[in-house]
């Protein structure tokens, strides 16, 4: 069966200081992989996306950059932390075919101060 | 542009209630997929459950139940006899399609919280 594994669980950053998340999944080969990250409000937007290794897609460009340097690894990076960046950072895993449901992971609770 | 629009922010039953979410989509694709997804306190999204555009078929499961009405773009869940673990946030959601990159892109509504009292 497929699991997503996130690190950290929680972080608390300063404003302008790097960050580095962390996605892995196991159980499955090729997937399309997902960062989302849910604001106070609670929506969920859409952050990047990847269909394979070295292969991103940015939906909302902003200081955050995501990489995807191994088939079941997805990073989420920023050079410096905004107060705006705070939030909940969803990874998630859908399968080869584009339609397929996507899958969560635990999250990674961040506050920026 | 595609949109899920949840009106109910929050509601509050008492255990045992029959409760229903609404959501409403928006899109112009013939073709598309929709969600639904459980966020109970923990803050990790369960899915549900997904439907295609084609199968207008209601579903049943348990004590949840859906209802796709393509007539009037909606997808509402309800859940009978509900108790306090259905307490949560619950999102609908519309698959986009294949971006031009691939991918499968979901719009997410803004999600409706269910207090679920004894």
């Known amino acids: 069966s497929q699991t997503i594994h996130q690190w950290p669980a929680t972080l608390v950053q300063p404003v302008g200081s790097p960050l580095s998340l962390e996605c892995t999944v196991e159980g499955t080969s090729n997937p399309n992989l997902y960062w989302y990250r849910q604001a106070a409000g609670r929506g969920l937007q859409l952050l990047f996306y990847s269909v394979g290794i070295g292969q991103i897609s940015s939906e909302v460009p902003q200081n955050l950059s995501a990489s995807r340097p191994q088939d079941r690894q997805f990073i989420l990076s920023s050079k410096k932390l905004l107060l705006s960046d705070s939030g909940f950072y969803l990874c998630?895993?859908?399968?080869?075919?584009?339609?397929?449901?996507?899958?969560f992971g635990p999250g990674t609770r961040l506050t920026v101060l | 542009a595609q949109k899920v629009t949840q009106a109910q922010t929050e509601i509050s039953v008492v255990e045992k209630e029959d409760v229903t979410l609404d959501c409403v989509y928006e899109?112009?694709?013939?073709?598309?997929?929709l969600f639904w997804y459980k966020q109970p306190p923990s803050g990790e999204l369960v899915f549900l459950i997904r439907?295609?555009?084609?199968?207008?078929q209601n579903e049943i499961s348990g004590r949840y139940s859906w209802n796709f009405q393509k007539s009037t773009s909606s997808f509402n869940f309800t859940i009978t006899a509900s108790q306090v673990v259905d307490s949560a946030v619950y999102f609908c959601?519309?698959?986009?399609?294949?971006?031009?990159?691939?991918?499968?892109?979901?719009?997410f509504g803004t999600g409706t919280q269910l207090k679920v009292e004894l």
């Open positions: 959601a519309l698959s986009e399609g294949e971006g031009a990159g691939g991918g499968n892109k979901l719009t």
């Open positions: 439907r295609n555009s084609f199968d207008e």
């Open positions: 998630a895993l859908g399968g080869v075919a584009s339609t397929d449901t996507q899958y």
């Open positions: 899109t112009r694709d013939t073709t598309y997929y």
